[in-house]
Structure formats: structure tokens, C-alpha cells
């Protein structure tokens, strides 16, 4: 067979299911592959290449599996790098296939040639090249395993046009185990247990890396057992459920007073999966404060990174939970509690029908959904205020802060979830970056809500400059001589679309379109000046912060 034809094979042998493809013209020989064949394997193809990656990530991050996406080269290949990059600061398991040239006009600038391994080095786990048709085969399973095993993450293959069209046998192999990781070690498990033992003000800072162990329902028996309060980054939301009288809510630049306030006068710090972010900790200094940290996490090249330690754990962290709950003895701290609970504020807001009315009313309509969001005022609101349930509820770009991964990500899940209601939350600013994917939507009729935020402006970064440039909103202001009706843009894509502008009309919208099995789009109209509060200014204590 073909180059083309075992790569379906190796993909089939993975278990793959969908690919986010776009054709171009080295790879159009897959593409004729994948016509010709009676594979089962279903392809989906994005308006634009960096789309089509960010539905691999969301079909990744929901499912759980590995998600794949497949690009010509050049352009092809580097409209993929925000994508990739945002996979790779979120530890998302994709596999990226770029055609390449002919390996006889590599490096001779050729036509729609670019060296992609070489510019995902930095964004990927691995990034391969294949010169060897004889070594196609085990590339490609080394890149799912790479993916998915230990932290997991992007790889990018990068396949010459000869490569695909050269002849070559298959040969079946069994799946690559990658359920192996190293064992924590017993002591480092044993003197956690005796800080934790010795704590009077403790708290549990769970992140993204709990979740990705598949070891929530773990952490919240540990939680549950110990009588210690859970605060989270924006990636381990979902890790425990939110109504639990256990659960904080989300810590750091936007976290809540009480999280705040509990994880920085805390004595003693169990972090699980978490590198201890920037926009969590604020004031490096501040956020020490005389404590005790206990880091759990399963790349050793996170601790000591951002915060000394008092015991680090390397191993998977559902196992090192679940030693650590055979051991630890039961607690309460009620006094504790109580501190916790006078902490708790509320603020005022700049009008009646508020974004957090918005969001707590659809999450009282859709509490089960996949809740997707773009980056931005929005998606702090929706970190704030939704109530999740259980972990990979939320999708969302956290460490690199992609403003346009939603609208891709949000289908990738629906595909992931075909029954499951799929809720996308943008903001216009992050909309207009991404709404040519409604004709993705509907050409495969995929029934992901829209709620589109329309403040007609850069929400946050306007936030900022009200805060810190004196009201100077350079470039922050949209629409400001012509106002842009995204609903006749949804019209045009043959997409049903809603206004709301109050109360009334957002529950009539619930109403009509809570039976729908079709894309909608919902523009929610709120202030400009509405601003997303708690804040603590960059680089401040998370115990210093503004409401406004």
C-alpha cells in the first residue's frame, strides 16, 4: 500500500474515530486515500486550519481521547501554531499530521515550504519529520503514545509528499501501554501525610492535572475524608462539585474573596496538578506567607518552578491521592469554616440585567452541559459563577489565553458528545475572530449553542485601561460608527438567532430553543462598563483585591 493508505491504518489502529482535516496540494494524495477507502474514520473540515486544531483539542479535552488534525503544508501547517501552543500550555493530547514538499526541494524555498518542526519545537512534546518510508509506521504510533502518556500534550508529523506516495507494507500492532507512569515514592507520601496531620488552616489547590488522572472522584473522598476545603485553578473547575460545602471556587486574579483570602492565610498548601500560575498566585513573596506546600505532580520539571516546596510528589496523581486517603486520619475544622465564611463579599453592578444573571440563569437551564468559552470578561464570569459538576464540564484556553479557541473547540466537544448540549460562551471581540466556523456549524449540523456576549468592545483589556490608563481605551472600542448585527451574520449562515436584552427575553429564548438539535446563536446584549470583579492588579497579593 501507499504512504496515504497506512496512515489510515495506523489511525484506524489507534482507535481514531473523527480528524479535523483541511486538503491542500501535497496532501491531496491522503485525501484521495481516505475517498477511496471504506474507513469508518469521519472527517470534519474547519474554514480555516487553526479551527480545525482547536476541535481536535476540544474533541481531546471532553472525550478524553486523542484528538487529531491533518494540514497541507506552508500556510496549511503554520496557520496550525496558536492552536498547537494552546494545546501545549494545557497539556492537551492532539497529534497534528502536516504534508510536506518532496524531501528532493527541502530547503530550497520552495513552493509552500516551511520548516514546522523546527517552529513547533517549542510548542509541542515532540515534533517529527519522516524521511524513511519504512519508518512511517512507527512514527505516527509514536506520536499517539507521546501524546497521551505521562503530562500529555501536542505532536507534530511532519510527512514529505514522497513519503505518502511510496510503497510500503503494514504490519498490525498491539496499542502502546500508556498507562505506566512512575510509583511516588512512599516517604514523600508519608511526610505529606504528617504536614497535613500537623495543619490547622489547610487547603487543597487543585488543578487542570487532576482532571487529565481521571482522579476527581479521588479528590473529593480525600477532601471529604480530611474535612479540607478545595480552591481551584480555572482548569481544575469541575474537579469537585461546586455545591459542595467543601468547594471555594476559582483562586487568583478574579477568584473570589473567600478563595483568595483562604488559600493565601492557609498554613498548609496540597496542590495537585497545578504549576502554580502567575495570574493564581499574584505576589510570589506574598503568597509564601510562612506556609507549608505539598506539590503533587506527575513532570518533575514543575517543582520549585514558581514556589518552594516542603514535600514534592511525583507520580500520577489519582494514585497519590488515593494512598494518601488510606492513610491520612478524618478532620473538621470548624473554625476554619467559619473564618472562610466571614470572608465571603458581594459588589454591585453597573446595570440591571447583569452577565452573571445571564450565566445563572442558563446554568439553571443546562446544568449538565459542556460549557465552552473563548478568553476574555466572559469567560471570567463563567469561572466565577457556573456551578460545575464534574470534571471536563468546562473547556477553555487557560495558559495561553487563545482568544478564538472556542467556536472550534465547542464543536469538537459536540462531535466528542453527539446527544450532549454543547454551550459556547464568547465575547464579541473573541467572536469576530472566529465566526466564519458557523458555516462549520451548519454544514454538519451541529447544535452547539451560541451565547454571544456583544459589549461591543475588548472587555477586559477596556477593564484594564479603565483601571490603570486613566479611561485611554486605545483600539478597545468597537462598532463605534457602525455597529455590526451578528444576527444577520448567523441569518446568512442559515443559523437560527435570538436577541436578549432583558430578563424576559432570555427566558422566552431557553424556552424556544431548549429542544433544538441545531446551532443557535444567542447575542446577549450587556454594558460596555461592566467590568469583571473581584481584581487583583498584576503582580499584587491575591489577598489585595479591587471590587468596583
Known amino acids: ?19 479535523f482535516s483541511y486538503p491542500g496540494g501535497v496532501v491531496i494524495p491522503l485525501f484521495d486515500a481516505f475517498y477511496r477507502s471504506d474507513t469508518d474514520i469521519k472527517q470534519y473540515e474547519p474554514c480555516h486550519e487553526q479551527h480545525g486544531v482547536h476541535a481536535a483539542d476540544g474533541y481531546a479535552r471532553s472525550s478524553g481521547e ?29 497529534v497534528v499530521i502536516t504534508g510536506q514538499v518532496t524531501q528532493d526541494l527541502l530547503g530550497k524555498d520552495s513552493f509552500q515550504e516551511v520548516d514546522i518542526t523546527s517552529i513547533t519545537y517549542q ?14 509506521a512507527a512514527t505516527l504510533r509514536e506520536a499517539f503514545r507521546i501524546a497521551k502518556s505521562g503530562r500529555p500534550g501536542p505532536v507534530v508529523v511532519d510527512v514529505p509528499k514522497d513519503i505518502f506516495m511510496a510503497e510500503m507494507e503494514y504490519h498490525p500492532k498491539p496499542l502502546a501501554d500508556t498507562s505506566q507512569v512512575p510509583k511516588a515514592k512512599r516517604d514523600a507520601i508519608l511526610r505529606a501525610a504528617e504536614f497535613i496531620e500537623k495543619a490547622e488552616r489547610p487547603v487543597i489547590y487543585a488543578g487542570g492535572g487532576i482532571i487529565k488522572s481521571g482522579g476527581s472522584e479521588v479528590l473529593q473522598e480525600f477532601a471529604h475524608k480530611t474535612g479540607i476545603p478545595v480552591a ?8 469537585i462539585d461546586r455545591n459542595d460545602p467543601l468547594s471555594l471556587g476559582m483562586v ?15 498554613d498548609t498548601i496540597i496542590a495537585i496538578g497545578t504549576r502554580f500560575s502567575d495570574r493564581a498566585t499574584g505576589n510570589i513573596t506574598s503568597f509564601m506567607r510562612d506556609k507549608k506546600i505539598i506539590h503533587i505532580d506527575i513532570d518533575p520539571t514543575e517543582f520549585e518552578k514558581n514556589v518552594a516546596t516542603n514535600v514534592h510528589i511525583m507520580g500520577d496523581a489519582k494514585d497519590v491521592l488515593e494512598q494518601l486517603t488510606e492513610i ?60 460545575f459538576k464534574f470534571p471536563g464540564q468546562l473547556l477553555t484556553s487557560g495558559g495561553l489565553g487563545t482568544m478564538g479557541f472556542g467556536m472550534g473547540a465547542a464543536y469538537g466537544a459536540q462531535i466528542a458528545h453527539p446527544e450532549a448540549d454543547v454551550l459556547l460562551f464568547a465575547g464579541d471581540g473573541s467572536f469576530r475572530m472566529n465566526c466564519n466556523e458557523l458555516i462549520t456549524l451548519k454544514r454538519y449540523n451541529l447544535p452547539v449553542k451560541i451565547f454571544l456576549f456583544d459589549n461591543n468592545a475588548l472587555g477586559m483589556v477596556r477593564q484594564w485601561q479603565d483601571l490603570f490608563q486613566e479611561g485611554r481605551y486605545a483600539e478597545t472600542d468597537l462598532n463605534a460608527n457602525n455597529e455590526v448585527d451578528y444576527l444577520k451574520l448567523a441569518e446568512a449562515c442559515g443559523i437560527k438567532n435570538f436577541n436578549v436584552e432583558t430578563q424576559e427575553d432570555l427566558d422566552k429564548t431557553l424556552e424556544e430553543i431548549k429542544d433544538l438539535r441545531e446551532p443557535v446563536l444567542v447575542r446577549c446584549k450587556i454594558d460596555h462598563d461592566e467590568g469583571v470583579y473581584p481584581i487583583v492588579p498584576a503582580g499584587n497579593p491575591i489577598d489585595e483585591l479591587y471590587y468596583k
Open 1 to 19: 500500500m501507499t504512504g496515504c493508505d497506512l496512515t489510515i491504518k495506523i489511525l484506524e489502529e489507534q482507535g481514531v474515530k473523527n480528524v
Open 66 to 94: 486523542v484528538g487529531v488534525a491533518i494540514t497541507t503544508s506552508g500556510p496549511g501547517a503554520t496557520n496550525t501554531v496558536t492552536a498547537v501552543a494552546t494545546a501545549y500550555l494545557d497539556s492537551i493530547p492532539i
Open 123 to 136: 510548542i509541542t512534546k515532540h515534533s517529527f519529520l519522516v524521511t524513511d518510508p519504512t519508518m512511517l
Open 232 to 239: 481551584n485553578s480555572l482548569m481544575g473547575l469541575g474537579s
Open 252 to 266: 487568583g486574579m478574579h477568584g473570589s474573596n473567600e478563595a483568595n483570602l483562604a488559600v493565601i492565610n492557609s
Open 328 to 387: 491520612v486520619e478524618e478532620g473538621s475544622y470548624p473554625e476554619w469554616y467559619k473564618q472562610i465564611e466571614d470572608w465571603k463579599i458581594t459588589h454591585s453592578h453597573v446595570s440591571d440585567f447583569t452577565p452573571q444573571d445571564i450565566i445563572q440563569t442558563i446554568n439553571a437551564a443546562y446544568p449538565d452541559a459542556y460549557v465552552v468559552t473563548e478568553v476574555g470578561q466572559h469567560q471570567m464570569w463563567i469561572g466565577q459563577e457556573w456551578k
